[in-house]
């Protein structure tokens, strides 16, 4: 092997070594430029739930969570600024549907993803029969009061 040929050998290690810093310097530097988004993988049955975030870089405060109803985020139905240092923010107030949400830093998306989000609340008829059984219980409760106090006050 003549001295070029190992001189090219060594050359070609070197760009080689040399890409493979670039690529993971690169790689490391769009990691601190997003933010990944979790949130409850089953449909929800309250009107709230909530969003965890994950890799927030310092450069990324302040962040707003916009929540849309599509996934293009054609329509925007709120922005919900993230005030502090919180890796957990509660959303609240949705009706059933699907919700998609992201990440947003000065009005440039910054989440690796948008997650999607499903409330199904449970139907008024459940809700009704569960009022009725406790103003059932309550009255019930209320009569055995009143019937021991009365009992009570003859005895005596």
Known sequence: MTSFQVWLKCYNKALLALLFILISC???AQSEDTVVLSGPTEE???GY???ELQQISPALRPLSLQVSDTN???????TVPIMGDFNQVTLTGFESGDYYIRAVHQQRVVSQAAIKVTVEHYPSWQALTLFVLGALLFLLLLLTLIMGHKKAVRHD
Do not use: G, H
């Not at 293009?72 to 709120?78: A, E, G």
């Open 44 to 46: 929800v049955r309250a």
């Open 72 to 78: 293009s985020f054609t329509n925007v139905l709120q």
């Open 26 to 28: 690169s790689a490391m």
């Open 49 to 51: 739930f909530v969003v």
